[in-house]
């Protein structure tokens, strides 16, 4: 039977916000003028702080081993949790146990010294990460090798570009050698050569046995790296399973970000025998997802209303388009050869995509329809939606956001 | 590997609202490497981008020095036979430089390193600890120049001189004790940022460091209360004992005084670590 590693009991922290101070530190005028004011009876004019609970009644653990991933919007209390985790800051109630020597990485390059050159930051930046001199010497060559910058070794920092500044500094995080491996979204900072030498080393960290838990807003990282995941909302644990299934949950319950309504607007044609009222997004089990995600299944759904009567030839066409209003795709009934001669009764119309080929971003879409050889309704740029990062190729890897907008499968040989 | 299993169950991290680590002493001293690199942080930033780099190391103390020989002049304080003037000048300037900035650093060590205590996790009081480690250098490049000076006067101090670690760790503890206290202070209420200086101004009046604790001991006009209240102040004990490490018997430590100004250092100390280590969970929230 084996211990869990990490296990937290009714985990909990509360802030008490201040609303109309500026700075988070107290001046001790404040603190003199309130003293006195509660000695003559009066009670400090309140109200204008409250309590905010960052964590709430978090419960879960985790086995040695597992590669965890926290999933949750801004402010869901992700990056508390890690905190707390790593001791920086006390929670306000609950518990929690640690089995084994924990490191975190909330920030690239904490520490970091501009004045100092990169040889120096590499032995700063490792005593502050909790590795002795000797462990940094023996790794020494190893970090500059995964930074690639040794021939700026004796470059101050701060004349680095930012791109070797993030390396520099991962790749000292990276060669740590902790039993636990705390990772706050730090691969938003980066190119994408970068993110996959990241999620690499991340992936031999924790082939070696090791734990690690791991933040992102990047789904495509988040299902490549992680064996299990953990979904938080406002504090409070949601869901905590296989990474899969906390992420889809995720996606779809994040927000009604993706709902478009239509039926009021104006600025459309056609002779109204159909009229488009809403557009979402779903996934194929018919559930609400706030964006699409490339390489997951997605349902654009149309809800439309009819006008009494017969509905004969229903002919119905999307037309995607990138943010530069460039026509990227056209999904239509005419080219999929899925004739409806009669539409009678219709209320909605799914468009099935299996595995969404957009990559990350937002896309416009216009709306047409025609019935019987007549237009009925036509909206032009009626909305957008997005598309969040999503693994594609099983390899947890896309293309840079400036190569291209569709991903396909496709495969090299070399003869 | 089963015993390192069966140690971690025996001995996991607790996490739990103002849990105090039994094993704070402990990690404080695995991080003291960290303590290390900081101070050397410190050194090795200081003097970037100046022109005339750690010449200033130099030339501070010597300026110090300087203005302090002129103060006991003007005022005609007493010297006793013997003992050139810049050298007792010199044995209370150099402790009292070291407590300043031992003091003035460790005071200011959290806020200026918010980014660290907010991203990381270590003993806070690593913080304080080495910024004291970067007035030590300071204080033996500052040895140096006494050590000049004893030469050109062509004086030797005598066997007392080995009990000057002694009182170098007393100025320490009294520049911690003091320092932990309104570092932890200065990260809820700033205004400790404005105190430490009038303090470093203030102490040097009440301090003998212009003058010699003789003048205050010895002085039949200056009643006992006030006596008392002088010798309250700890960083007595350490120029007192400084002069006897340096000029023995010519200047011998008036007891009474000593001792108090021992006991306040270390009532200081016991104070500053006690208060620091009760707020320390709160730093990353609060500062």
């Given at each position: 039977?084996?211990?869990?590693?990490?296990?937290?009991?009714?985990?909990?922290?509360?802030?008490?916000?201040?609303?109309?101070?500026?700075?988070?530190?107290?001046?001790?005028?404040?603190?003199?003028?309130?003293?006195?004011?509660?000695?003559?009876?009066?009670?400090?004019?309140?109200?204008?702080?409250?309590?905010?609970?960052?964590?709430?009644?978090?419960?879960?653990?985790?086995?040695?081993?597992?590669?965890?991933?926290?999933?949750?919007?801004?402010?869901?209390?992700?990056?508390?949790?890690?905190?707390?985790?790593?001791?920086?800051?006390?929670?306000?109630?609950?518990?929690?146990?640690?089995?084994?020597?924990?490191?975190?990485?909330?920030?690239?390059?904490?520490?970091?010294?501009?004045?100092?050159?990169?040889r120096?930051?590499?032995?700063?930046?490792?005593?502050?990460?909790?590795?002795?001199?000797?462990?940094?010497?023996?790794?020494?060559?190893?970090?500059?090798?995964?930074?690639?910058?040794e021939?700026?070794?004796?470059?101050?920092?701060?004349?680095?570009?930012?791109?070797?500044?993030?390396?520099?500094?991962?790749?000292?995080?990276?060669?740590l050698?902790?039993?636990?491996?705390?990772?706050d979204?730090?691969?938003?900072?980066?190119?994408?050569?970068?993110?996959?030498?990241?999620?690499?080393?991340?992936?031999?960290?924790?082939?070696?046995?090791?734990?690690?838990?791991?933040?992102?807003?990047?789904?495509?990282?988040?299902?490549n790296?992680?064996?299990?995941?953990?979904?938080?909302s406002?504090?409070?644990?949601?869901?905590?399973?296989?990474?899969?299934?906390?992420v889809?949950?995720?996606?779809?319950?994040?927000?009604?970000?993706?709902?478009?309504?239509?039926?009021?607007r104006?600025?459309?044609?056609?002779?109204?025998?159909?009229?488009?009222?809403?557009?979402?997004?779903?996934?194929?089990?018919?559930?609400?997802?706030a964006?699409?995600?490339?390489?997951?299944?997605?349902?654009?759904?149309f809800?439309?209303?009819?006008?009494?009567?017969?509905l004969?030839?229903?002919?119905?066409?999307?037309?995607?388009?990138?943010?530069?209003?460039?026509?990227?795709?056209?999904?239509?009934?005419?080219?999929?050869?899925?004739?409806?001669?009669?539409?009678?009764?219709?209320?909605?119309?799914?468009?099935?995509?299996?595995?969404?080929?957009?990559?990350?971003g937002?896309?416009?879409?216009?709306?047409?329809?025609?019935?019987?050889?007549?237009?009925?309704?036509?909206?032009?740029?009626?909305?957008?939606?997005?598309?969040?990062?999503?693994?594609?190729?099983?390899?947890?890897?896309?293309?840079?956001?400036?190569?291209?907008?569709?991903?396909?499968?496709?495969?090299?040989?070399?003869? | 590997?089963?015993?390192?299993?069966?140690?971690?169950?025996?001995?996991?991290?607790?996490?739990?609202?103002?849990?105090?680590?039994?094993?704070?002493?402990?990690?404080?001293?695995?991080?003291?490497?960290?303590?290390?690199?900081?101070?050397?942080?410190?050194?090795?930033?200081?003097?970037?981008?100046?022109?005339?780099?750690?010449?200033?190391?130099?030339?501070?103390?010597?300026?110090?020095?300087?203005?302090?020989?002129?103060?006991?002049?003007l005022?005609?304080?007493?010297?006793?036979?013997?003992?050139?003037?810049i050298?007792?000048?010199?044995?209370?300037?150099?402790?009292?430089?070291?407590?300043?900035?031992?003091?003035?650093?460790?005071?200011?060590?959290?806020?200026?390193?918010?980014?660290?205590?907010?991203?990381?996790?270590?003993?806070?009081?690593?913080?304080?600890?080495?910024?004291?480690?970067?007035?030590?250098?300071?204080?033996?490049?500052?040895?140096?120049?006494?050590?000049?000076?004893?030469?050109?006067?062509?004086?030797?101090?005598?066997?007392?001189?080995?009990?000057?670690p002694?009182?170098?760790l007393?100025?320490?503890?009294?520049?911690?004790?003091?320092?932990?206290?309104?570092?932890?202070?200065?990260?809820?209420?700033?205004?400790?940022?404005?105190?430490?200086?009038?303090?470093i101004?203030?102490?040097?009046?009440?301090?003998?460091?212009?003058?010699?604790?003789?003048?205050?001991?010895?002085?039949?006009?200056?009643?006992?209360?006030?006596?008392?209240?002088?010798?309250?102040?700890?960083?007595?004990?350490?120029?007192?004992?400084?002069r006897?490490?340096?000029f023995?018997?010519?200047?011998?430590?008036?007891?009474?005084?000593?001792?108090?100004?021992?006991?306040?250092?270390?009532?200081?100390?016991?104070?500053?670590?006690?208060?620091?280590?009760?707020?320390?969970?709160?730093?990353?929230?609060?500062?």
């Amino acid at each position: 039977m084996s211990v869990p590693i990490i296990t937290a009991e009714g985990l909990g922290k509360k802030f008490i916000l201040h609303h109309q101070q500026r700075e988070r530190y107290t001046a001790l005028r404040d603190v003199i003028g309130i003293k006195a004011r509660s000695l003559i009876g009066r009670r400090p004019t309140g109200g204008s702080s409250r309590e905010f609970w960052a964590l709430k009644d978090l419960s879960f653990t985790i086995d040695e081993g597992d590669r965890v991933g926290i999933v949750g919007r801004n402010g869901a209390g992700k990056s508390t949790l890690l905190k707390v985790l790593s001791r920086i800051v006390d929670p306000t109630e609950g518990r929690a146990e640690i089995r084994g020597r924990l490191a975190s990485l909330l920030e690239v390059g904490t520490g970091f010294h501009p004045e100092l050159s990169g040889r120096e930051n590499i032995y700063l930046n490792g005593a502050i990460l909790g590795m002795s001199r000797f462990e940094i010497t023996a790794k020494f060559d190893e970090i500059v090798d995964f930074a690639e910058v040794e021939r700026f070794l004796d470059t101050p920092v701060k004349r680095y570009s930012s791109g070797m500044y993030v390396r520099l500094a991962f790749a000292v995080a990276a060669h740590l050698e902790p039993e636990i491996l705390v990772v706050d979204e730090v691969l938003a900072v980066g190119d994408a050569e970068f993110q996959r030498k990241c999620i690499g080393k991340m992936k031999e960290v924790s082939s070696g046995g090791r734990t690690v838990l791991f933040v992102s807003h990047n789904m495509a990282a988040i299902q490549n790296l992680c064996t299990s995941a953990m979904y938080l909302s406002h504090g409070r644990l949601v869901m905590k399973g296989a990474t899969h299934e906390v992420v889809s949950e995720y996606l779809r319950s994040a927000e009604k970000g993706a709902e478009v309504h239509l039926a009021d607007r104006p600025d459309r044609q056609g002779n109204g025998m159909v009229r488009f009222t809403d557009f979402s997004l779903e996934d194929e089990r018919g559930g609400p997802l706030a964006s699409a995600q490339t390489g997951s299944a997605v349902v654009f759904r149309f809800d439309l209303i009819a006008q009494p009567g017969k509905l004969k030839n229903l002919h119905l066409a999307m037309g995607i388009d990138d943010v530069h209003g460039q026509r990227i795709l056209h999904l239509s009934n005419e080219t999929t050869g899925e004739i409806f001669p009669d539409a009678t009764g219709c209320s909605r119309v799914s468009v099935h995509m299996p595995r969404c080929p957009l990559t990350p971003g937002s896309y416009g879409f216009t709306l047409f329809s025609r019935v019987n050889g007549e237009i009925a309704d036509y909206i032009f740029n009626a909305g957008i939606f997005h598309v969040e990062a999503g693994d594609f190729f099983g390899t947890g890897r896309l293309p840079e956001s400036d190569q291209g907008a569709f991903v396909t499968a496709h495969h090299f040989t070399i003869s | 590997m089963a015993i390192i299993a069966s140690d971690r169950m025996r001995d996991p991290i607790i996490i739990a609202p103002g849990a105090t680590s039994g094993r704070y002493w402990r990690d404080l001293f695995r991080f003291r490497s960290l303590l290390g690199f900081l101070a050397w942080r410190d050194v090795m930033v200081r003097y970037k981008q100046t022109a005339i780099g750690v010449s200033w190391a130099v030339i501070r103390p010597l300026l110090t020095l300087g203005a302090m020989w002129f103060v006991g002049w003007l005022f005609g304080s007493t010297v006793p036979k013997g003992i050139p003037r810049i050298l007792l000048v010199a044995a209370a300037t150099l402790p009292w430089q070291l407590f300043a900035s031992a003091f003035d650093g460790s005071a200011s060590s959290l806020i200026t390193n918010t980014n660290l205590i907010t991203k990381v996790f270590f003993p806070r009081m690593v913080l304080p600890l080495s910024t004291v480690l970067v007035s030590l250098i300071d204080f033996a490049i500052a040895l140096v120049i006494l050590l000049v000076l004893m030469l050109l006067h062509a004086y030797l101090p005598g066997p007392e001189v080995l009990l000057m670690p002694v009182f170098l760790l007393l100025a320490l503890v009294a520049a911690l004790g003091a320092g932990l206290f309104i570092a932890a202070l200065n990260v809820k209420y700033r205004d400790f940022r404005y105190v430490v200086p009038f303090i470093i101004q203030f102490g040097v009046y009440v301090t003998p460091v212009a003058f010699s604790s003789q003048d205050i001991y010895g002085n039949a006009a200056i009643p006992e209360a006030m006596k008392f209240l002088y010798a309250c102040n700890p960083m007595v004990a350490v120029i007192d004992g400084f002069r006897f490490a340096l000029f023995g018997g010519d200047l011998p430590i008036h007891w009474p005084g000593f001792i108090t100004s021992v006991a306040a250092s270390l009532v200081l100390l016991g104070l500053g670590i006690r208060y620091f280590r009760r707020t320390e969970k709160g730093f990353a929230d609060t500062i």
